[in-house]
């Protein structure tokens, strides 16, 4: 999609009054996350890292650098409820395996899981347990 069919998209119409927002970027595209988070109407918070581990394999070498990552954009809309004590901390950077191209790994979905029940994946690639899925793969 371009990015200007990307800000159409009513986002903040399925978002709750208090909740979290995960957008996902390319180093590409990093800079132009931002604008559509904001454009969709969330706060901008931090940025997190998924470290994509390939095994043996060496990564999309480019330029002569590794492009083993991928960057989460954390917003909210309205402040949603603040960390709960006892609970574990989400890591701004982790490692997961890169299991196939574009898709997400299943560690990320499970560290975020405790900050709520209601759920849903846009452009998702498959069905998750607890989540709801919106996406032509699935």
């Not at 159409?8 to 559509?36: G, H, R």
């Not at 890169?98 to 898709?103: A, E, K, M, W």
Request: proline content about 5%.
């Amino acid at each position: 999609m371009e990015l200007d069919e990307i800000k159409k998209m009513p986002i903040k119409d399925l978002a709750k009054e208090k909740c979290w927002i995960f957008l996902w970027t390319t180093q590409k595209y990093l800079f132009n996350a931002k604008s559509v988070l904001e454009h969709w109407g969330f706060n901008f918070l931090c940025t997190g890292v998924w470290e994509k581990t390939f095994g043996k394999s060496a990564g999309m070498p480019l330029f002569g650098f590794r492009w083993n990552a991928e960057f989460i954009l954390i917003g909210y809309n309205k402040k949603p409820d603040l960390w709960i004590k006892g609970k574990p901390l989400i890591p701004l950077c982790f490692q997961a395996e890169n299991i196939r191209h574009s898709q997400k790994p299943d560690k990320f979905y499970k560290m975020i899981e405790p900050l709520g029940n209601d759920r849903i994946d846009i452009f998702a690639r498959q069905q998750k347990k607890g989540w709801d899925v919106w996406g032509n793969e699935v």
